[in-house]
């Protein structure tokens, strides 16, 4: 399984940037998918996942309200949309895929990841 992620870029304070990621699998529906990122000095930390169904979502506090993750079967890619972008936003963001069994379920944590792309950047200037 590969994922290959991009649309990171340079926005102004309260901009919006399309991040897409590309999951090369046999079988996309076996995979949840997830959003992370790391900013420099700092871990690396869980944005948004998507269950497999695409039905359920989970995000972190700061992005809720202001970050929409989705997925598009027929092209085997899952998109998160960014809008009212802070600096606090600023970071190299990842996407991984997560092989699970449950449907309806977007995990958070980092270990029930099994497979990452590569990171897009997004830096928010103010």
């Known amino acids: 399984v590969q994922l290959q992620a991009c649309g990171g870029g340079l926005v102004q304070v309260g901009g919006s940037l399309r991040l897409s990621c590309a999951v090369s699998?046999?079988?996309?529906?076996?995979?949840?998918v997830g959003w992370f990122r790391q900013a420099p000095g700092k871990d690396r930390e869980f944005v948004a996942a998507i269950s497999r169904s695409g039905f359920s979502t989970d995000y972190r506090d700061s992005v809720k309200g202001r970050f929409t993750i989705s997925r598009n079967s027929a092209k085997n890619t899952v998109t998160l949309r960014m809008d009212s972008l802070k600096p606090e936003d600023t970071a190299a963001y990842y996407c991984?895929?997560?092989?699970?069994?449950?449907?309806?379920?977007?995990?958070?944590?980092?270990?029930?990841?099994?497979?990452w792309g590569q990171g897009t950047l997004v830096t928010v200037s103010s």
């Open positions: 991984a895929a997560a092989a699970i069994g449950t449907y309806n379920y977007a995990p958070k944590l980092t270990n029930t990841y099994n497979y």
């Open positions: 699998a046999r079988t996309f529906s076996t995979y949840a």
